[in-house]
């Protein structure tokens, strides 16, 4: 969902930054004792090159994207109170949603090149007229889903004649 006015729906978004509001999930590959413990640092979560990639290939697809933002990753499966996006907002989160963590914690601790490539698919609660609809999510989720797989095309043909 998008929080911020230049998040508004079927707009792709690579995020630069994570803030993680879930609970519950697994957090780390280092559980029950395992040894040994592995502290990674998170202070930037996502691999800068890959997100270069990432916006490289929509500006050159002419796709309209966001070239960073920051993602506030619940907990779900219900969608947010208007006052909880007022939080998150206040936070500095630009769009919602529920992933992203653990899985960008879990690359992060296994060493992976690892990026977002979001779509914001509907205006956060409080941030519409009117109410949020699995109808209208869907009829964007089905629009933004073709832009977000070209983009993604156009990543792997990259990596595939860089050789890496």
């Known amino acids: 969902g998008g929080i911020t006015e230049h998040m508004s729906p079927i707009t792709l978004v690579v995020p630069d930054q994570i803030i993680d509001y879930t609970h519950s999930r697994n957090q780390t590959f280092y559980e029950n004792n395992q040894e040994p413990v592995v502290h990674v640092d998170f202070?930037?979560?996502?691999?800068?090159?890959?997100?270069?990639?990432?916006?490289?290939?929509?500006?050159?697809?002419?796709?309209?994207?966001v070239s960073r933002g920051t993602y506030g990753a619940v907990q779900g499966p219900r969608l947010e109170t208007a006052a909880e996006i007022t939080r998150l907002e206040s936070d500095g989160c630009d769009i919602v949603g529920m992933t992203g963590m653990p899985e960008t914690a879990l690359a992060r601790e296994l060493g992976l090149c690892y990026a977002s490539l979001a779509l914001s698919v509907n205006w956060a609660a409080g941030k519409s007229d009117g109410p949020i609809t699995m109808a209208e999510i869907n009829k964007h989720l089905a629009n933004g889903m073709g832009q977000a797989r070209k983009v993604l095309a156009a990543v792997a043909c990259a990596q595939r004649v860089s050789g890496q």
């Open 43 to 65: 202070t930037w979560p996502y691999d800068q090159q890959l997100r270069t990639v990432l916006n490289t290939s929509a500006v050159r697809l002419n796709l309209p994207v």
